[in-house]
């Protein structure tokens, strides 16, 4: 029982992601050993080009590494077949993107109902359930609009309720408030912590944003494909 | 995932209609054309098709088409008349005069001479008078075409006197015929009559029309006529089919309407393939999206064909809704008389909507299938 409790969300050990540009193979990620807990809002910080967004991909299911291993609620996800890992994505994590990707054309409340309309479940049944997640990121009243009648923190918040509406164990965002100015990026951050951070449930950020440093329960900070700091806030030289 | 799908598409209102557009444009022209074409070169065959009740025609070994032909001696009748199994045996002649008309005009005209005693060589049906007005002196019976081609429209062409051949000529009856391939006017007169208003040489029986008598089939009847006589004998079929056959072999018609069929196709590839092309890649993010979010390739390419199948069933209908009522509207002009759409030409503009569909969503679904899930975070 206490083993299970203990178990991590995400545990890489020697993660390495080269890639091939030209001629030249370039090492984006150096071995990349990493424990996320469950429960945790983690942040991943860090300059451009460092490999954030690679290291990301990589926990969540849609990037191979080239070597190393990542288990995802003890799942060994990359000697799953090519099915059973998308099947494995769309049980068990949700997805938070800078530029929303909403499906233009689909109201708010249909946008959030994606996950479970792809987990087979009726159109009305599912669109009830997204309702009720909109309600608890407080734009149930934007339900019936399409994407491009909401501003884009709104937009965000329909997205970050398809991200949760089917309850994952493990939610990823790269840069999710980039496309948001200070303030409507601050209300959705504090909405994904308050509705988004369970007990067993792992949110993982990726995030140059230093207005919302604050809300992480742990921040990573990776240097040319290394992780140079782990702790709870921000290292002094940042 | 497959009403998702659809609203995609159906959201994205002027690529929609582009593609509805494409496939519509493609199945109307290539119905269209095809329609036409066929029942063009079936008119090849009116001239046996207008003497229903023949079952086999005789004619000089040479003659190929009911307008065609050789006149043979009249005494080829009777040699036909010999022939076990021949259940009646008739001369018919056919033959190209000149008309002149009230208002001066010359035209070209098919003079068609029916057998005296019979008058089988008439078409079946009459649309005004009766068959039996040929009895009276410089009788003839026009076709329809002749009558919109020769008189104003109201104007009734009972009792017309026409100079043919600079022979006097009266019109007594209108004959419902289908028209010729050239849908040149055509005027039925007794075969004697015939013999007068054209002149010639000694030869002037162009066929022998043959009913075959209930013990024999008219295939095995023309191989006995054929044995017998030393002339060539054919049945109606076979006739039928040598008229469409002349026409494809000696005219540009197939390949100029297979060049439009063509172009109707490769339009439609063209304005669906892009529209397509350009649908799926402004929604390339939203399908990365769903790559990511756990949507299988397999239910990609269902949703990429469930798109396609909408386009395809409303834009060909409105393709085949175009054809017919193209077809309707000009059935009442001369030129389309009688034109159907035979079956084979929706399935066969249905199999090219169907190709055209599968070739360029299989292009299109490509770039999805390619898109990297990873592509989404970039
Ligand atoms: N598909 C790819 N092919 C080639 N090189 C790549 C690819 N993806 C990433 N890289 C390279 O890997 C390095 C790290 O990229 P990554 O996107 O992980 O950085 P990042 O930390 O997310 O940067 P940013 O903050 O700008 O998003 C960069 O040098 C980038 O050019
Ligand atoms: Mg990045």
Known sequence: MSDQVKQPAIRTRGVIRDFKAGQQTIRVLH??????????????VGESGSGKTTMISIMCGILWPTEGE?????????????TELVNFRLQNIGFIFQQYNLIPSIDAASNAAVPLIAQGMGRKEARAR?????????????????????????????????ALVHEPRLVVCDEPTAALDAKSGRRVMDLLREVGVAEDRSVI?????????????????????????????MPEDH | MIWIAIRMLTGDKQKFYGLLFGIAF??????????????????GASGVYN??????????????????????????????????????????????ASVRTNEGDLEGVSVIGVDDATLIGLPKVMLEGDPNVLSQPSSVIIDDVGTTRFFPEGESPIGARL????????????????????????????????????????????????????????????????AQTGLRARTRDEFAQDGVDFIIENTGIPLNFGITVLLGFIVGVAIVGLTFSLFIRDNIKQFGALKAIGVTNAKIRRMVAAQAGLVGIIGYGFGIIGTVIFIWGFSADPTFKGFYIPWQIPI???????????????????????????????
């Not at chain 1, 950020?205 to 806030?233: M, Q």
């Not at chain 2, 493609?26 to 008119?43: A, C, G, K, Y």
């Not at chain 2, 391939?181 to 015939?194: C, D, G, I, P, R």
């Open chain 2, 51 to 96: 003497v229903p009740t023949a079952d086999v025609w005789v004619m000089d070994e040479v003659s190929r088409t009911t307008d065609v032909n050789l006149p043979m001696p009249s005494t080829a009748l009777d040699r036909v008349r010999g022939v076990p199994g021949v259940e009646w045996a008739v001369p018919h002649l056919r033959a190209n």
């Open chain 1, 130 to 162: 997204a309702v009720k997640m909109l309600e608890k990121l407080n734009i149930a009243d934007q339900a019936d609009k399409l994407p491009n009648q909401l501003s884009g923190g709104q937009q965000q918040r329909v997205a970050i309720a398809r």
């Open chain 1, 31 to 44: 071995g990349i050993d990493l424990d996320v807990c469950p429960g945790e809002l983690t942040y991943l």
């Open chain 1, 205 to 233: 950020i990726v995030t140059h944003d230093n207005r919302i440093f604050d809300l992480a329960d742990r921040i990573l900070v990776l240097e040319d494909g290394r992780i140079t700091h782990d702790g709870t806030e």
């Open chain 2, 163 to 226: 100079e043919l051949n600079d022979q006097r000529a009266v019109i007594r009856g209108i004959a419902d015929a289908i028209p010729s391939f050239t849908s040149q006017v055509t005027l039925y007169t007794k075969y004697s009559q015939a013999l007068n208003y054209v002149p010639g040489t000694r030869n002037r029986l162009s066929f022998v029309l043959v009913g075959a008598s209930d013990t024999v089939s008219a295939d095995e009847l023309t191989d006995r006529i054929e």
């Open chain 2, 26 to 43: 493609s199945t109307l022209l290539i119905t269209q054309q095809l329609t036409i074409f066929v029942n063009l070169i079936e008119r």
């Open chain 2, 348 to 378: 066969i503009s249905l199999a090219a909507v169907f190709i055209i569909l599968a070739l360029t969503g299989w292009i299109a679904l490509r770039n999805v299938l390619k898109t990297e899930p990873a592509a989404v975070f970039r």
């Open chain 1, 70 to 82: 990542v288990e995802v609620f003890g799942t060994d996800i990359y000697s799953l077949t090519d």
